[in-house]
């Protein structure tokens, strides 16, 4: 397709298990971004990939949530031990541009709820 | 480093304005403007680089005052379809190594 993928739509885990949720970005875009969204609530950033590296990984709540991006293209995020407070919307978002200088855009999101 | 969003709420009847303010502690390269509809992903608006014009399409534009880092998102004359909620995003600099960080958003609603 030609817009940001994002796998599952919809995951529902019990507390404690881990959980992977997976972003396909639109072909060629260098920057890849991971964002949480609470029920009402903003977009809290988590982790920004420029290429297959991880510039800023300062979002990330705890060390049970981590990020890999490979190829320069398809990323996941894997929450360890996952707790009710982590129930959310993931986004992630691409852009051709690096570093917040163009467009984003985002994917329909990875709902999560921990029951 | 999260700008800060103002006001967080405001409706609107059909056909009025609305300014929306995004302010950071930061200087800033980047300020962008994006509106999310329930149930939906945000969708990009518009981008205002430094050193750069101000930005608009339709009834919908925008300024950024790089010294006093803010930036104001003006929409005229709004329409039902204006309702969603604005984020802005803040990027500090070019060089790659900065995230875009958004603020925690402004609720429009537009009621005939």
């Known amino acids: 397709g030609a817009g940001v993928s994002q796998s599952p739509s919809n995951k529902v885990t019990e507390k404690g298990k881990d959980v992977e949720l997976r972003c396909d970005p639109i072909?060629?875009?260098?920057?890849l971004y991971w964002y949480r969204q609470s029920l009402g609530q903003g977009l809290e950033f988590l982790i920004y990939?420029?290429?297959?590296?991880?510039?800023?990984k300062s979002g990330l709540p705890s060390d049970r949530f981590s990020a890999e991006r490979t190829g320069g293209s398809v990323s996941t995020l894997t929450i360890q031990r996952t707790q009710q407070e982590d129930s959310a919307v993931y986004l992630c978002?691409?852009?051709?541009?690096?570093?917040?200088?163009?467009?984003?855009?985002f994917g329909e999101g990875s709902r999560l709820t921990v029951l | 480093q999260q700008p800060v969003q103002s006001p967080q709420a405001v409706i609107l009847r059909e056909g009025e304005d609305a300014v929306i303010n995004c302010s950071s502690s930061?200087?800033?390269?980047?300020v962008h403007w994006y509106r999310q509809k329930h149930g939906e992903a945000p969708v990009f608006l518009m981008i205002?680089?430094?050193?750069?014009e101000q930005k608009g399409h339709d009834k919908i534009s925008a300024s950024f005052n790089e010294k006093k880092q803010q930036s104001s998102l003006y929409l005229t004359a709004s329409q039902l379809s204006y309702s969603g909620t604005y984020f802005c995003?803040?990027?500090?600099?070019?060089?790659?190594?900065?995230?875009?960080?958004f603020g925690k958003g402004t609720r429009l609603s537009v009621i005939a």
């Open positions: 978002a691409s852009s051709f541009w690096s570093g917040g200088t163009g467009e984003l855009f």
């Open positions: 072909s060629g875009h260098t920057a």
């Open positions: 990939f420029q290429g297959n590296s991880a510039p800023d």
């Open positions: 930061k200087a800033l390269y980047s």
């Open positions: 205002l680089l430094k050193g750069g």
């Open positions: 995003g803040t990027g500090q600099s070019n060089s790659g190594n900065t995230p875009l960080v």
